[in-house]
């Protein structure tokens, strides 16, 4: 049985003249302990997706329809008080920016005493034990310290780790973490990513990683997610996704790396812009950026299906088999 | 407020006056209202001298033998004297529609005043930099740390022991528009200090200072529009405050003499008979200068809300 | 710490050294001090003499040094009304006035924090649109006004309470006598501080209210709710503690106003305060009074301000105190 199952997921953001779609049924699996990856550009709906799990739309946004089912119960139609037990609890969730994460009045230890005393019957010092451990776990220095300062006190890869050992405190099935390394040093983001895959594989942690690096997903996850406006565009495992990518969009994602280009060329980036939520063009959202777009890619929306390895919403994809990629014939 | 709703920008007030700003006017009714009020007290209280019924500073219009009879709508009431009159028997509509008139000429010169000394030195204080910066910075913070009303009253106060309560009285108007004006220009001055500071670092700056524009076109040109939206924003406000001060001042006796009454001077005058029962002296102009203040903060709330600028805080 | 100390002590030394310079103008120039102690009628040469007794005299620099020499040793002047030492009688006016104030503060503190909270926790509540609707009217109606119209109502027309004066008070310690042992007493302070509270209370609702749902926007507050943590504990300990911060720079400005608004809730309420009795003093040309005044409220002022600086530096945590004194 899978952990965490989503069904026909669509969130709304109510605007002052109009209601835009931000995610538009979106639906995914994800089995205990697997680690998956959701990517794309900014705007896609990687991190909507993401608070939606934990029923954490602040306003305007809102869910409009769709099931969440976490270990078979329905996030979408718990109570705040049920909500409160699974949020920090069953599935944490790590954010952004570690620079405005961490409360910056409250102390290191008063935010993690908190958080284990919201979910279990535990006296401060008992809370401290634990939080102290954790803190060794993600190889953070005299830990005990550390509990009495406040986050200005520290940089922003400490802050980071914090709020990993933050989320392992009550020892989670699921953590959701989104972008965690973007705001962060790049020499510090490849040392927060092998911590979060160790103790994800170590302690058997589900894992949804929202990001816009490929990279990334390829060395840590198993199954990788492509959004696109709102939409899941193509999912399967993340090898064949990187190996063999079907969507012109991954395929495009994919060229503009730049382990895919020789040194001294320039990158290949994919022409223009994602439409904004309010602007999606009919059709296939992705058919003006497209070169493979014909009539029907402009008129109908694209459903996802099964082809070779991976799942992938695009009307040409037979085509684009049997025909080689163009770059390749360029080169 | 949402993260998807961004503010106009406010470096076109222009703009924002014919789209967004009437399209959100005409669909707040108490801003609708508000306007509408004020403009109405403003346009009876600026034409009193055509519509009034009598001339509260024509000493022969005024007959002692008149004082203290109330409103129209209540016993004892004399039909011409429609809100009664007060101690001195003059008419308390006409009286009242001049004192207004006062009260906003004083509000808005005062205001005006703040504006200029305070964009003044803001725009110096931002673009020198520096020790000057610092200097004026650290004035703005001291003068605000002692509130207005509390130096426009020692100042009157010793103006008025100073030159005594003739000639006092004679420059009354000058006096509260200078002190009400000197007082709280640090507002202004530090709002447009942040600006100067976020625009100086844009490069339309160092471009327009490479272009060889000296400093005084590029600071009014360049970076003053800017300015506009919480200029605007912290005028509405002020208005207001500075009729608030103008009346109590006048309360104090420290104002408007009775003789030449402002709505606050007129309250004061009435006090002295709440007690005897005539309290129409009194409520009557209190209620117009509440009314008057409150619409004025009302659409000053509005306007926040519309034109959502970073104010300084703190 | 301490750096941070001298800094801010040097800062309001500086500050009272401009007010004594200013109350020292005002004393040269305001009456004439030799017409208040001997009267017209004496001759020229032995007003001469006086002046010369007087140090009227001497140079400007003199008369100042001698004049803040005198002030440091709390010798104020004599006030030509009361034919006592200036700082004698508003020592004696000060602790009505401070009872007015920590009466008025009572009351904003009490409420404005409840008020402003709920009011940003539940902007849609019928409850908070009548709270801030109420708060505009308040903002709206100046402090004496308010105290008149309460006088009208509560005082002439229903005659519940008394309108002027503290009624019985009881003395406590040197010249404080309290209005707050006996119910005459509190009968009397009653109105006169929610008139001096009217104007600040909704002020503080506002700036509450504002700081609070930005704060409730924070990133940390979202991330505190998806730790799981109760409602309560988000609005109490995560959001008001942020709050609060730019709450205290505010409200200790709003110290100064007060202190002005005390001037007109006494005026109305002839509360025997110092403001009551400054403004008598202007109006009998009592110099040493005024300028004692000026002194003293200049003193409440810096003192405050100095001390809000302080409490704000030990409240936040990302204020390093030891840093901002280099």
Redesign the interface.
């Not at chain 1, 405005?100 to 409250?106: G, M």
């Not at chain 2, 605000?144 to 509390?150: A, D, G, I, K, R």
């Not at chain 2, 309360?251 to 420290?254: A, E, N, Q, S, W």
């Not at chain 3, 903002?139 to 006004?145: E, H, K, R």
């Given at each position: 049985m899978s952990l965490l199952s989503v069904r026909d997921l669509t969130v709304k953001f109510a605007m002052r003249d109009q209601t835009v779609t931000a995610l538009n049924s979106i639906s995914f699996d994800l089995a205990k302990g697997e680690r998956l990856g959701i990517v794309g550009e900014s705007g896609a709906g990687k991190s909507i997706t993401g608070f939606s799990l934990?029923n954490?739309l602040?306003r305007p946004g809102y869910i409009d329809s769709g099931q969440i089912l976490f270990d078979g119960q329905d996030v979408v139609q718990m109570s705040e008080k049920a909500?409160?037990?699974?949020?920090?609890?069953r599935m944490?969730?790590i954010?952004q920016?570690p620079m405005?994460?961490?409360?910056?009045?409250?102390t290191i230890g008063q935010q993690m005493v908190?958080?284990l005393r919201?979910?279990r019957k535990l006296s401060v010092e008992e809370a401290r034990q634990i939080a102290i451990v954790k803190l060794r776990e993600v190889y953070i220095p005299s830990p005990e310290e550390r509990l009495e300062q406040?986050p200005?006190e520290l940089s922003g890869g400490m802050r980071q780790r914090i709020i990993i050992a933050?989320a392992l405190l009550l020892d989670p099935q699921l953590i959701i973490a989104d972008e965690p390394t973007t705001a962060l040093d790049v020499t510090i983001q490849a040392d927060i990513m092998e911590l979060m895959l160790e103790l994800c594989q170590s302690n058997q942690v589900g894992l949804i990683l929202i990001t816009h690096d490929l990279g990334v997903v390829s060395q840590m996850t198993e199954r990788t997610l492509v959004m696109y406006a709102g939409r899941i565009i193509e999912s399967g495992s993340t090898r064949s996704i990187i190996n063999d990518p079907q969507h012109p969009y991954t395929q495009g994602l994919i060229n503009a790396l730049p382990q895919q280009t020789l040194p001294g060329h320039q990158l290949r980036q994919i022409p223009g812009n994602m439409p904004t939520l309010a602007q999606v063009p009919p059709g296939c959202a992705f058919n003006p950026r497209c070169e493979f777009a014909t009539d029907t890619c402009r008129s109908q929306i694209p459903k996802i299906s099964q082809y070779g390895d991976v799942e992938v919403a695009c009307h040409e994809v037979h085509r684009l088999q049997t025909e080689p990629a163009r770059e390749e014939e360029q080169a | 407020?949402s993260d998807l709703s961004h503010a106009p920008a406010p470096s076109r007030l222009q703009k924002v006056m014919d789209s967004t700003m009437m399209y959100s006017f005409r669909r707040n009714p108490v801003a609708v209202a508000s306007l509408a009020v004020f403009l109405v007290i403003a346009v009876l209280s600026f034409l009193a001298p055509l519509i009034a019924p009598y001339d509260p500073y024509d000493p022969a219009s005024i007959d002692l033998m008149n004082s203290e009879y109330p409103p129209a709508w209540v016993n004892g009431a004399l039909p011409e004297f429609v809100l009664g009159t007060d101690d001195q028997g003059r008419d308390l509509l006409s009286t009242i529609l001049y004192g207004t008139r006062l009260s906003i000429i004083i509000g808005l010169c005062a205001v005006a005043l703040q504006a200029f000394l305070g964009i003044t030195i803001g725009l110096v204080a931002g673009y020198v930099g520096g020790r000057t910066d610092s200097l004026l910075m650290r004035m703005a913070d001291?003068q605000?740390?002692?509130?207005?009303?509390?130096v426009a009253?020692?100042f009157l106060?010793?103006t008025?022991?100073?030159f005594g309560s003739e000639t006092f009285n004679r420059y009354a108007v000058f006096f509260l528009i200078a002190v009400i004006g000197v007082a709280e220009w640090p507002q202004y001055a530090r709002t447009v200090r942040a600006t100067v500071l976020a625009e100086k670092k844009k490069e339309y700056i160092d471009s327009a200072r490479v272009l060889g524009f000296g400093p005084l076109r590029i600071m009014i040109r360049h970076i003053l529009p800017n300015s506009l939206s919480p200029i605007f924003v912290i005028s509405t406000v002020q208005v207001?405050n500075a009729i608030?001060s103008e009346?109590?001042l006048s309360?104090?006796?420290?104002g408007m003499p009775p003789s030449q009454p402002s709505l606050?001077s007129l309250?004061s005058a009435g006090?002295d008979y709440?007690?005897s029962g005539s309290?129409w002296i009194?409520?009557i102009p209190?209620i117009v200068?509440?009314v008057l203040?409150?619409v004025i903060?009302?659409l000053g709330?509005w306007v926040r809300d519309v034109l959502n600028p970073k104010l300084y805080?703190? | 710490m301490f750096a941070y100390l001298v800094k801010r002590v040097f800062q309001a030394i500086a500050?009272m050294f401009v007010i004594s310079l200013i109350a020292f103008a005002?004393q040269g120039?305001?009456?004439d001090p030799l017409r208040e102690l001997v009267g017209q009628s004496v001759s020229e040469e032995v007003r001469q003499q006086l002046r010369e007794e007087l140090g009227l005299n001497d140079s400007f620099l003199q008369q100042y040094l001698r004049f803040a020499g005198n002030a440091l040793q709390g010798d104020l002047g004599t006030s030509y009304f009361f034919k006592e030492p200036a700082l004698d009688v508003i020592l004696k006016k000060l602790p009505a006035t401070l009872e007015l104030v920590f009466g008025a503060t009572l009351i904003i503190i009490g409420l404005s924090v409840p008020l402003g909270v709920y009011t940003a926790i539940k902007p849609n509540a019928l409850l908070s649109k009548i709270i801030m609707g109420l708060s505009?009217?308040g903002?709206?109606?100046?402090?004496?006004?308010t105290a008149?119209?309460m006088?009208?109502v509560f005082s002439?027309e229903l005659g519940w309470l008394p309108s002027f004066g503290r009624g019985d008070i009881v003395p406590v310690w040197g010249y404080w006598e309290t209005n707050f042992l006996t119910a005459d007493g509190w009968a009397h302070i009653i109105l006169p501080s929610i008139a001096l509270a009217s104007i600040m209370l909704p002020l503080f609702v506002r700036l509450i209210r504002a700081e609070m749902m930005e704060v409730l926007?924070?990133?940390?507050v979202?991330?505190?709710?998806?730790?799981?943590?109760?409602p309560w504990?988000i609005y109490f300990?995560?959001a008001l503690?942020?709050t609060l911060?730019?709450v205290i720079?505010?409200g200790?400005?709003q110290i100064?106003?007060m202190?002005?608004?005390t001037?007109?809730t006494e005026?109305?309420f002839q509360w025997p305060g110092m403001g009551f009795m400054?403004?008598e003093a202007?109006?009998r040309?009592d110099?040493p009074l005024?300028v004692a005044y000026?002194i003293v409220?200049?003193f409440i002022?810096v003192v405050t301000?100095t001390i809000v600086d302080l409490i704000y530096g030990l409240v936040?945590?990302?204020v390093n105190i030891a840093r901002m004194g280099a």
């Open positions: 934990m954490l602040s909500l409160r037990s699974v949020r920090g609890n944490a969730m954010f920016d405005v994460t961490l409360n910056p009045v409250l908190e958080t919201a979910h406040y200005h933050i | 407020m001291i605000l740390s002692f509130s207005t009303l509390m009253i020692i106060a010793v008025q022991a100073l207001a608030i009346a109590s309360f104090l006796g420290l606050g309250i006090f709440i007690y309290w009194t409520v209190g200068l509440v203040v409150l903060n009302l709330d805080k703190g | 500050v005002i120039n305001l009456g505009i009217v903002i709206s109606i100046p402090v004496f006004l008149i119209l006088i009208f002439v926007q924070s990133e940390y979202r991330y505190a709710t998806a730790k799981g943590i109760r504990r300990v995560h503690k942020n911060l730019p720079t505010v200790g400005v100064g106003t202190v002005a608004y001037i007109l005026t109305v400054f403004l202007v109006n040309v110099t005024i000026l409220v200049g002022f301000n936040n945590p990302t």
